[in-house]
């Protein structure tokens, strides 16, 4: 594939976007926790009172929920979250296949690594290069694909 013509370099989604993304999954985090655990304190669960007097297992505990809500989303969508959904991107392999459900695993426990927010000052997220992941916007992507396919029938055709 030629690199110039790369799907996945031409439709990286910008860091706009992927903060975007952020702030709606955390939200939607946030709101489903915040629903679950009063259900479960009005059943007669006492979570917010065990939680409030182990916060160290309160961390562990919200960052192990968080890295599965993130990775059972990508897995079931597809490289998607809801903040995926909404702001039209979706993670890809880096030469541009369907996420493969180990390096979801994999980009959503690098989340939890301190200051992985940070990483993107860089070019990539550390989450993106450690999985060997990408973010694309997925209108452009599946453009860029159609493009590149129909660009290399031609080569073949001609040879």
């Known amino acids: 594939m030629n690199s110039f013509l790369?799907?996945?370099?031409?439709?990286i989604a910008p860091k706009g976007l992927r903060v975007l993304?952020?702030?709606?999954d955390v939200a939607l985090f946030f709101i489903i926790f915040?629903?679950?655990?009063s259900v479960l304190e009005l059943i007669g669960v006492?979570?917010?009172?065990?939680?409030?007097?182990?916060?160290?297992?309160?961390?562990i505990v919200s960052a192990l929920l968080y890295f599965l809500f993130m990775s059972f989303q990508e897995i079931i969508f597809k490289g998607r979250s809801v903040g995926k959904f909404v702001t039209g991107t979706m993670a890809v392999m880096?030469?541009?296949a369907e996420i493969e459900i180990n390096k979801s695993?994999?980009?959503?426990?690098?989340?939890?690594?301190?200051?992985?927010?940070?990483?993107f000052f860089g070019n990539l997220g550390?989450?993106?290069s450690i999985s060997k992941t990408r973010?694309?916007?997925?209108?452009?992507?599946?453009?860029?694909?159609?493009?590149?396919?129909?660009?290399?029938?031609?080569?073949?055709?001609?040879?």
């Open 135 to 159: 973010v694309v916007n997925k209108k452009e992507f599946e453009q860029m694909k159609i493009k590149n396919s129909s660009i290399d029938e031609i080569g073949k055709s001609i040879i």
């Open 126 to 128: 550390w989450h993106d």
């Open 94 to 96: 880096e030469d541009g």
């Open 46 to 59: 006492p979570v917010i009172n065990f939680f409030d007097s182990y916060p160290f297992l309160d961390n």
């Open 34 to 37: 915040i629903i679950v655990f």
């Open 6 to 11: 790369d799907p996945v370099e031409m439709s």
């Open 105 to 119: 695993f994999n980009r959503n426990i690098c989340r939890l690594i301190p200051f992985d927010g940070l990483s």
């Open 21 to 24: 993304n952020y702030l709606i």
